[in-house]
Structures are given as C-alpha cells and as structure tokens.
C-alpha cells in the first residue's frame, strides 16, 4: 500500500521480489534475517541457489528462508530441508 509506505519502499521491494540488481543491499539495509515467499517465485527460486542463505521450510505454497550466519545457526541445524521437500512444485 503506497499510502502506508511510500513509493520509495515499494520501489524497493518490488527490486527485491524481481531479484532486480542491488536487491541484496536493500535487504542489508532492513536487516531482513527471514525471507518467506511464494515457492514458485523468481526471489525463492534466487535465495534457493544463493549461498548466504538456507532454506528452512519448503512446501508447494510457501518457502522460509534465513540469513546464513551465526545468529540463524540453531534454525539451521534445528530445521535441515531435504532435496525432496526444496524441490516441491506448486499445485494448481
């Protein structure tokens, strides 16, 4: 909503769902950790290949991902996702 945020902060996360150059520095300006998105989305497929990422969930709605770094360790160790499960394809 344009009048809650501002056209700024929808320009921004508009870069960042289309993966757009520069998404990256957007979410380290927000200190974003957690990152939940459509499954079938051109961001989850991106963080699902992107090593400074993991992937904690996956379904064939959504997927959760965290920020690989020290603070995110025991959800990483806590919540391993299996190939089957990070490959799941949305249902129609």
């Known amino acids: 909503r344009q009048d809650m945020h ?3 902060r929808l320009r921004e996360y508009d870069a960042v769902i289309r993966v757009a150059p520069g998404w990256d520095k957007i979410v380290a300006k927000y200190r ?3 990152i939940f998105f ?3 989305s051109a961001l989850s497929v991106h963080l699902s ?3 400074d990422w993991h992937l904690i969930f996956a379904d064939n709605v959504a997927r959760i991902f965290v920020r690989k770094n020290s603070v ?3 959800l990483i160790d806590k919540f391993p996702v299996t ?3 990070s490959n799941q394809k949305p249902t129609t």
Do not use: V
């Open 83 to 85: 190939k089957a499960q």
């Open 72 to 74: 995110n360790q025991d």
């Open 32 to 34: 974003i950790e957690w």
């Open 38 to 40: 459509d499954t079938n």
């Open 49 to 51: 290949r992107d090593p």
């Open 6 to 8: 501002g056209p700024e």
